[in-house]
């Protein structure tokens, strides 16, 4: 089954401690990216990528930091969270570029405390 | 201003009604336009792409008015599975979401 898997569904954690969501998906897509979508304000892209070894900074890097070592990987990494990265995120993938069908993965609900 | 705009809602409807939503985007040069679904606490989903003619997949009915800068989603006979958000997507040259409209179909 086609699909875009993330890990963990669910995160409570404190700040500062270091923390990694993963990402996969197994369509061979080459367009990944990184959304966090919060109230009111809608799904905003953190980090994208168009191919292995090339990301790039989306509108809200800032405490974000992401690597595309494969192509079906693409974690995020909060190297230091605060309570205002608590957010839902969401991780997508494309065949093409942005202008093609988004996949989204099934989002990551993290609360930092 | 918004790059993307939409009406918050919510949208409370009864089965088999029409419900009409809007979205206003800012950066003329935006050259693809799309309307994805969100469930309640699941990813967004795509719905349909926005095509310059208008286009039309069943009871739902896009539309895109570059003169005025907007796009529309038709929905006709409402069902009560049509609940959800519905999220415009407008790309100048990266996906720029709107907030979404929250609709609820009530029997």
């Known amino acids: 089954e086609a699909q875009v898997t993330q890990n963990p569904r669910y995160l409570i954690t404190v700040t500062g401690k270091k923390l990694t969501v993963t990402c996969s998906q197994n369509m061979n897509h080459e367009y990944m990216s990184w959304y966090r979508q919060d109230p009111g304000l809608g799904l905003r892209q953190i980090y994208y990528?168009?191919?292995?070894?090339?990301?790039d900074k989306g509108d809200v890097p800032e405490g974000y930091k992401v690597s595309r070592k494969e192509k079906r990987n693409f974690p995020l990494i909060l190297e230091s969270p605060s309570p205002n990265q608590t957010s839902l995120y969401f991780c997508?993938?494309?065949?093409?570029?942005?202008?093609?069908?988004?996949?989204f993965g099934p989002g990551t609900r993290l609360t930092v405390t | 201003r918004k790059e993307v705009e939409q009406d918050p809602g919510p949208f409370n409807v009864p089965e088999g009604a029409t419900v009409a939503f809007n979205c206003t985007y800012s950066n003329s040069a935006s050259q693809s336009f799309f309307w994805y679904r969100q469930d309640c606490r699941k990813e967004p989903k795509l719905l349909m792409s926005v095509y310059s003619s208008g286009n039309e997949d069943g009871r739902f009915t896009a539309q895109l008015n570059r003169a005025s800068q907007y796009i529309s989603l038709l929905i006709r006979d409402s069902k009560l599975s049509d609940s959800a958000t519905y999220l415009c997507?407008?790309?100048?040259?990266?996906?720029?979401f709107g907030a979404g409209t929250r609709l609820t179909v009530k029997p």
């Open positions: 990528s168009m191919n292995v070894e090339v990301t």
């Open positions: 997508a993938s494309s065949s093409g570029t942005v202008s093609y069908e988004q996949y």
């Open positions: 997507v407008v790309i100048p040259n990266d996906m720029r």
